[in-house]
């Protein structure tokens, strides 16, 4: 069970997520809980931080972040005893949770849980510090953004749980974002590959690092609301599920901007003078679409990058224009990706076809197009967002009834 | 280097003593700092706890309250190396400063420093967070009140400092208290077995556990303030200070109350049927006095509790009376114990002669006398207070000039 910031916001919510994990475990459930920092505590750390060093070392920002997460963790065993509940914390470094040594995001190496196996099976509730490690020199390391949803996962794997339970202020995955269509239906099971695609295309509900880690390790995980008692969402290997969708849900992304580079010399080599300087910049590029040359020695290339990028983005292009030769740049940040997602698509004809034809019946232009196996993402102004993804919604007969 | 919550109360304090770190380590000194939690964040974990557990369990309590240290120590060390000084944190289990496993008032067993001396000597200044250390099953333990002095002084002997500097809000140690006597004289050396009186007789400077640690393992001590550039006072073997006083100073205590018991059974075992269920009930006595029996059958008996024992003491006096067979019991809240100490009375004489001299002269009558080697304790009326230690100072010579 794995308890976010919201969750474990003050002392009451605590209480409150230290109830739901005594009943799992008055059920006969082994359980062993992840928390992250109280509200706004990791915040005030890292503003210590910000305000004592400018260019600071890692090791030591992992240090004073790494607290917040200690004292949910203490605060939640004693919570669980009060309620006659045999309870623990564990450090990262008491596990121990080892990771690499790149301070600030480090990865996990390696969870040798006997220990806290043994502990567990013994019938003590286990809280672990979220978002922690300790590197191979003794210090402790933090995982990055989500990264107590990975130490979830992680630990979820090495103990081989049953399920890894995210608890969020949200009750499930959705077909789509429920403020833009409200007859949008939380999603029962959902495959590993498909939530993978919906967060890296948007969804905001699960980090995909979290999600790859558990396709990869075979872990079963539920999204949940830790403040309703109703069923979450189920993320797990294709195989369970028995009855798939066509299409399991559609996502978007407003943070897209297109650059196009019109009548770029069509020679070989010409993707490399693009976008090696882009890599360079550390500009992420996402979509990529090269024209037919219609004289065979001009082309035009369009791309898109992140909205944050676009600004650097065109600066680089602007300095390598000798290089690239291009006569024109256009750079256009009114644009959002939609994307339709499903595993059936793989054994389903039309999929594509019934997007294009839905936009095109809206009057709405796909600028760019991109697929992958399951997956098909059109980039489109942003103007339409609301109306493609209703549109969509009803034509793969996601609405609820 | 040793900087308690009032130095390290908020980031400007914090700059401050790394400030003052940064000096000694560029006069070429290898320099291990100890740091306290900023100002009210160890109250704010303790209520935290007092609000989620009723009765908790120290090893949690121990967890969640440790992390302000971690804290401090982080941002310390940060605060040096924007300053160009070569510095890292150490929590307890990194050391490690092994401890029992008496959590919330551990007592350090060992500290392996070896790998700390190896980073000293390469310049490298440690930040040790305070207070805590890790017990034997691999929990953080903390070591109570005053905890992280006492991390000063152990590390200071594990690494066979030269000196330790414990930063505080007051410049050193006074012969007496300067709000009582505006001539009291700071100390520039003392010795262990006078500072050891006069934090246990009431002089609130340092905890008597830290002296007695440092005594023990011959660590030089200085007193020194966090805010000003002045030398302190240093608590020193006995043998490094040439010139000694008669009476390095006077102490006092007001929390004292007085018990006598009148016409008790003059009987051998009496003490034991007295003090027997005062011990068992927990109340500590200090002073005790039992006067010469008139007629050989009956004697008076006169001690000494802690004002907050006093209610208790006096319950636990009447429900034994059968026992112990007195006429009657008077207690008394309205007392202090003044103390003169100095490692001089040894071979000087009249010390004691002095006292009982000075307070007779001003009409005030001495209850009660303790004597050790180096110090004389009297009980009197608390009316008293300021006129007998104002007197004492100027008896023994200890007034400014």
Same mark, same amino acid.
């Given at each position: 069970?794995?308890?976010?910031?919201?969750?474990?916001?003050?002392?009451?919510?605590?209480?409150?997520?230290?109830?739901?994990?005594?009943?799992?475990?008055?059920?006969?459930? /082994?359980?062993?809980? =992840? !928390? @992250?920092?109280?509200?706004? *505590? $990791?915040?005030? +750390?890292?503003?210590?931080?910000? %305000?004592?060093?400018?260019?600071?070392?890692?090791? /030591?920002?992992?240090? =004073? !972040? @790494?607290?917040?997460?200690? *004292? $949910?963790?203490? +605060?939640?065993?004693?919570?669980? %005893?009060?309620?006659?509940?045999?309870?623990?914390?564990?450090?990262?470094?008491?596990?121990?949770?080892?990771?690499?040594?790149?301070?600030?995001?480090?990865?996990?190496?390696?969870?040798?849980?006997?220990?806290?196996?043994?502990?567990?099976?013994?019938?003590?509730?286990?809280?672990?510090?979220?978002?922690?490690?300790?590197?191979?020199?003794?210090?402790?390391?933090?995982?990055?953004?989500?990264?107590?949803?990975?130490?979830?996962?992680?630990?979820?794997?090495?103990?081989?749980?049953?399920?890894?339970?995210?608890?969020?202020?949200?009750?499930?995955?959705?077909?789509?974002?429920?403020?833009?269509?409200?007859?949008?239906?939380?999603?029962?099971?959902?495959?590993?590959?498909?939530?993978?695609?919906?967060?890296?295309?948007?969804?905001?509900?699960?980090?995909?690092?979290?999600?790859?880690?558990?396709?990869?390790?075979?872990?079963?995980?539920?999204?949940?609301?830790?403040?309703?008692?109703?069923?979450?969402?189920?993320?797990?290997?294709?195989?369970?599920?028995?009855?798939?969708?066509?299409?399991?849900?559609?996502?978007?992304?407003?943070?897209?901007?297109?650059?196009?580079?019109?009548?770029?010399?069509?020679?070989?080599?010409?993707?490399?003078?693009?976008?090696?300087?882009?890599?360079?910049?550390?500009?992420?590029?996402?979509?990529?679409?090269?024209?037919?040359?219609?004289?065979?020695?001009?082309?035009?290339?369009?791309?898109?990058?992140?909205?944050?990028?676009?600004?650097?983005?065109?600066?680089?292009?602007?300095?390598?224009?000798?290089?690239?030769?291009?006569?024109?740049?256009?750079?256009?940040?009114?644009?959002?990706?939609?994307?339709?997602?499903?595993?059936?698509?793989?054994?389903?004809?039309?999929?594509?076809?019934?997007?294009?034809?839905?936009?095109?019946?809206?009057?709405?232009?796909?600028?760019?197009?991109?697929?992958?196996?399951?997956?098909?993402?059109?980039?489109?102004?942003?103007?339409?967002?609301?109306?493609?993804?209703?549109?969509?919604?009803?034509?793969?007969?996601?609405?609820?009834?």
């Amino acid at each position: 069970m794995k308890f976010g910031g919201t969750s474990v916001a003050d002392l009451d919510r605590i209480e409150n997520a230290a109830r739901r994990v005594a009943r799992e475990a008055e059920a006969g459930n /082994e359980v062993a809980v =992840v !928390v @992250s920092a109280m509200a706004g *505590v $990791t915040n005030q +750390l890292v503003s210590y931080v910000d %305000q004592t060093s400018r260019i600071y070392d890692a090791r /030591e920002y992992d240090a =004073v !972040v @790494s607290s917040g997460e200690q *004292v $949910t963790a203490g +605060l939640m065993a004693l919570r669980l %005893q009060e309620m006659g509940i045999s309870a623990r914390s564990w450090q990262g470094w008491q596990i121990p949770i080892r990771t690499n040594e790149v301070h600030g995001k480090a990865r996990i190496e390696e969870i040798p849980a006997d220990n806290l196996d043994d502990r567990l099976s013994q019938g003590e509730v286990a809280i672990v510090a979220g978002f922690q490690g300790i590197s191979p020199r003794n210090r402790i390391a933090t995982l990055g953004r989500g990264g107590s949803d990975t130490t979830a996962v992680a630990l979820a794997a090495a103990l081989n749980a049953d399920r890894c339970d995210i608890y969020t202020d949200v009750d499930g995955v959705y077909t789509t974002d429920p403020r833009i269509v409200p007859r949008a239906r939380k999603i029962e099971k959902i495959s590993h590959e498909e939530m993978l695609e919906m967060a890296s295309l948007g969804a905001k509900v699960l980090q995909t690092r979290c999600v790859e880690l558990a396709m990869n390790h075979g872990v079963r995980l539920q999204v949940l609301s830790s403040f309703e008692d109703l069923p979450g969402t189920l993320v797990v290997d294709e195989d369970e599920i028995v009855e798939q969708q066509v299409v399991s849900g559609i996502a978007y992304s407003r943070d897209e901007a297109k650059i196009t580079l019109i009548r770029v010399a069509d020679k070989p080599g010409i993707a490399a003078a693009i976008f090696g300087p882009l890599s360079d910049a550390a500009v992420n590029v996402d979509m990529i679409v090269q024209s037919v040359s219609p004289d065979g020695e001009r082309t035009d290339m369009t791309f898109t990058v992140t909205k944050t990028d676009l600004d650097r983005a065109v600066e680089t292009l602007k300095a390598h224009a000798d290089e690239i030769e291009y006569d024109q740049l256009l750079a256009d940040a009114n644009v959002v990706k939609v994307s339709v997602i499903g595993v059936g698509m793989r054994s389903h004809t039309g999929v594509a076809q019934t997007m294009f034809q839905t936009l095109s019946d809206k009057g709405i232009n796909i600028q760019v197009i991109s697929t992958s196996e399951i997956k098909i993402s059109t980039l489109i102004s942003e103007d339409y967002t609301e109306l493609a993804i209703r549109a969509l919604h009803t034509a793969y007969g996601l609405d609820a009834e």
